[in-house]
């Protein structure tokens, strides 16, 4: 420790007003990025814009945590595999209020920020909702000055960029960090040694203890990236760090010193590699060993910082549950509790009672689905191997909880089979979220639908057992990059009549409610959606080389590609649109352009076939003069956080249509009804939350619900009596079967085809394409009354209040975490 008085520090040029920035970015130009004015590239301008908002949330950074030493407060750790952060600049500048002299400055140097802020590369640490949930809550753990810390991985490469060729997708890799990340700090010394494989010795303390000690085997080195996280309008900058792997340096020696060179240097690579990739969400492949040694990677690395930070300040490991509070993003860092006993037992010495009660009150998971095939288990086997300590502690766990569990309900041996964190057919396996709900003291859902659903199907043993552990949290989305980042157009609009509190303070839209009835407001909101419009059409025309008009109805879907997500009805509604429109040219429908974007998983047949017949619907609409100007379909590719901060805003219409009981929340949905877009919906997720708030009569309700669904598979559902039915719908499904959107190929489709029909329909989209096409056809009624069309509009904005992320965070704070603001 030096004797560094921070009073006594200053950087010499922070100031903010449009001077000051000219010469912080000249000279950051010059002295970081070692360039000249003149040889410049609006690269290096982005690097040192970059750069300069930097040094500007430094000092509140520093000054964060040393509060956060100072007054001891209880933190939370937020432990998740993604990150969907996106871009940071803008996010930044208008965070710290520094965003329009920066515009000024950068005019004055005869540049364009806007144009320097589309070159950032998206940081795409994560696959959809689930990562970009992490990067929302952060954002809001700061905005509420909350003491909190963000743990994952720096993949080296993230999520992949898809390319459409032939109106296929094709995965590119994305080297995000190849131009350099000015957004991070790299932390050489703060690096610690994670351990795989090797062997359990048992021993005898001198006090007589039976004792256990994990050696040997091979060790990767964990190193730290940083990355400042801030709040709207406040001192507070977060943490977010990411661990990288790096070869462990003892493990190579020895091999240099055998004169294996090579061995050496291609060992390095492979325990480099661990942080090599983002695993794209693929819910049925299986066998993932690298991914099991990814979330251990972090989990080892996180609580080994965790911990090493609480002993600075503490001594009696009784009070960690009183100031730190680990949230488990899915089971994905769910190996963390087994890790915690290890180290409470093996390093710290403490009984099996007190270690578990201190684990137990420090963690709390969230669960994010409830599709089987995404409930993840890992092979004992596996866990054997790679963490033998770990199993054994697993197998603890197991013992002591079906103890209590036979103690409570004697002979009931399919109770044990079906809590047992170990699953016995077909090869012994950990049931993660068995031992995640077992290990928390709290287990959320992330809608009120899911929740219930959680406690009443998926885990209702569980819940019976511990009745109190479970709770509901619905999501929500931060409105600082979902409306006032994503929507200046709209946000200035709403500033301009309820002033801006309602950045910080989301319940405030509420005050919109009576000017949905205001002629005048009611015109220039449509002004602000026309506008949107307009800018999204010029993106595509620029990016992709595709007209769509401004004054057609903007009709959105924009996800990952799932069975689930079910765009395969979506796709069937254009077909349909499409048929109608070309054999009956009075047909009264608005001109619309159909929206589509979303990646699928490099190995999911389905959801890749998917894409293909949405590209090739698209062709044969196109080339059709029967439909020009009425009817237009664009898949756009590449979907990402930065993809979406230009579609929403300009969304008129937000399809939300998964299979009633699988989305477990949603936040699309949100983001898009929070833009003025109104949901065509099932009732499922958060669809249900947002409809009750906006008012059904203002939302388009469609489809089974959950119950109805269950019911139906209960009772055996036959899609072929409902292709047999309906003759529009049949002749959609012979024309895909037929291969009229594919005449070079005409079986391209079977697949598709044979599931709907032939392999039962599992996503019931058939089931509920009467009841989608009815809400369609509601839905033009009201969109040919523009008027009544932008009240409703107006009413999804102003009832988004509850969707923000700030209430969301709020409620993990208090009912979860037990934090507050620390007093400075
Ligand atoms: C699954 C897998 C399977 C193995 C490979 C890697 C991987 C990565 C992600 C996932 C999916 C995790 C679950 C998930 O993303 N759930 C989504 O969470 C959102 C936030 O709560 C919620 O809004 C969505 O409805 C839900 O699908």
């Given at each position: 420790m030096s004797n560094f008085d921070p009073d006594t520090f200053k950087h010499d040029y922070l100031g903010t007003e449009p001077d000051d920035i000219q010469l912080s970015i000249n000279n950051r130009l010059v002295y970081?990025?070692?360039?000249d004015p003149y040889t410049a590239v609006a690269h290096d301008w982005l690097q040192a814009l970059s750069y300069i908002t930097r040094d500007r949330l430094i000092e509140r950074w520093m000054e964060t945590h040393r509060s956060y030493y100072r007054t001891g407060a209880k933190r939370v750790y937020y432990l998740s595999m993604?990150?969907?952060?996106?871009?940071s600049l803008n996010n930044a500048l208008l965070n710290i209020g520094f965003r329009e002299n920066c515009e000024e400055a950068l005019k004055q140097l005869g540049l364009d920020l806007e144009e320097l802020q589309q070159l950032e590369y998206d940081a795409a640490l994560g696959n959809g909702g689930l990562g970009r949930l992490a990067a929302c809550i952060m954002d809001s753990i700061s905005t509420l000055d909350l003491p909190g810390t963000g743990y994952g991985i720096r993949y080296e490469y993230g999520m992949f960029r898809q390319a459409i060729e032939d109106g296929k997708q094709i995965e590119l890799p994305e080297n995000w960090l190849a131009a350099g990340n000015p957004w991070e700090f790299p932390r050489p010394e703060v690096v610690y040694k994670v351990r795989f494989g090797g062997q359990v010795m048992e021993y005898q303390a001198p006090d007589g203890q039976r004792r256990h000690s994990w050696i040997e085997g091979d060790e990767v080195l964990a190193m730290a990236y940083d990355t400042p996280i801030p709040g709207f309008h406040t001192e507070t900058v977060n943490n977010l760090r990411l661990w990288s792997a790096k070869a462990s340096h003892d493990f190579d020696l020895e091999c240099f010193n055998q004169g294996d060179y090579i061995r050496a240097v291609a060992d390095k690579t492979i325990s480099e590699n661990l942080s090599k990739v983002l695993y794209p969400?693929?819910?049925?492949?299986?066998?993932q060993e690298l991914r099991l040694r990814q979330q251990y990677f972090f989990v080892s690395a996180s609580l080994q910082d965790i911990l090493r930070r609480f002993l600075q300040i503490n001594?009696?490991?009784?009070d960690l549950p009183e100031k730190i509070a680990i949230q488990l993003?899915?089971?994905?860092?769910?190996i963390s509790i087994p890790e915690l006993m290890r180290l409470l037992l093996?390093?710290?010495?403490?009984?099996w009672r007190d270690a578990w009660d201190i684990t137990t009150r420090t963690f709390s998971y969230t669960n994010h689905t409830l599709l089987p095939e995404a409930l993840e288990s890992w092979p004992v086997g596996l866990l054997e191997r790679l963490l033998p300590r770990h199993m054994q502690i697993i197998y603890e766990i197991n013992r002591r909880f079906l103890l209590t569990v036979t103690h409570l309900h004697p002979d009931d041996i399919t109770l044990l089979q079906r809590m047992?964190?170990?699953?016995?057919?077909?090869g012994k396996k950990v049931r993660m979220a068995h031992l995640a709900i077992v290990g928390s003291h709290k287990v959320n859902g992330v809608s009120e639908l899911h929740s219930n659903l959680l406690q009443e199907k998926t885990f209702s043993d569980f819940h019976e057992f511990f009745p109190d552990r479970f709770i509901n949290i619905t999501n929500g989305v931060t409105p600082?990059?979902?409306?006032?980042e994503a929507n200046p157009i709209l946000s200035q609009l709403i500033s301009g009549a309820i002033g801006s509190e309602w950045i910080k303070d989301?319940?405030?839209?509420?005050?919109l409610q009576p000017l949905a009835d205001d002629s005048e407001f009611q015109q220039r909101f449509l002004e602000a959606k026309r506008a949107n419009k307009a800018r999204l059409a010029d993106l595509i025309m620029f990016y992709m080389r595709v007209t769509v008009d401004p004054d057609s109805l903007f009709d959105v879907q924009i996800k990952r590609i799932h069975e689930y997500k079910r765009q395969m009805l979506n796709v069937l509604r254009i077909i349909a649109l499409y048929l109608r429109i070309c054999e009956n040219p009075?047909?009264?429908a608005p001109a619309r352009t159909v929206i589509l974007a979303g990646k699928s998983a490099p190995g999911y047949q389905m959801a890749k076939l998917t894409i293909r017949l949405i590209n090739d619907v698209a062709s044969i609409i196109d080339s059709d003069p029967a439909v020009a100007g009425r009817l237009k379909l664009v898949f756009i590719p590449n979907y990402d956080v930065s993809t979406a901060c230009d579609i929403i805003p300009a969304a008129e219409l937000s399809q939300q249509i998964s299979?009633?009981?699988?989305?477990?929340?949603?936040?699309g949905n949100m983001k898009l009804a929070l833009n003025g877009a109104l949901t065509m919906g099932t009732l499922d997720g958060a669809n249900i939350e947002i409809r009750e708030r906006v008012g059904p009569e203002n939302f388009f309700t469609f489809g089974l619900t959950a119950e109805e669904i269950q019911k139906k598979r209960r009772l055996g559902y036959d899609p072929h009596q409902v292709y047999e039915s309906d003759p529009e719908l049949k002749r959609i499904i012979d024309m895909i079967g037929q291969g009229y959107f594919s005449p070079e190929e005409p079986k391209r489709y079977h697949t598709i085809v044979d599931n709907l029909?032939?392999?039962?329909d599992h996503f019931m989209v058939l089931a509920d394409y009467h009841s989608y096409m009815e809400s369609d056809a509601q839905m033009c009624a009201l969109y040919r009354d523009q008027k009544a069309w932008a009240k409703a509009a107006i009413l999804n904005t102003a009832n988004?209040?509850?969707?923000s992320c700030d209430r969301t965070v709020q409620e993990y704070a208090e009912k979860v975490w037990s934090i507050k603001p620390p007093i400075r």
């Open positions: 970081t990025i070692g360039k993604e990150f969907l952060i996106g871009r969400d693929d819910r049925s492949s299986e066998n001594s009696d490991f009784q993003n899915d089971t994905h860092p769910a093996d390093e710290y010495h403490l009984q047992s964190l170990i699953e016995e057919e077909g600082r990059r979902w409306l006032n989301l319940g405030q839209l509420e005050r009075d047909y009264d299979t009633a009981g699988m989305e477990a929340s949603g936040t029909l032939h392999k039962g988004m209040s509850h969707f």
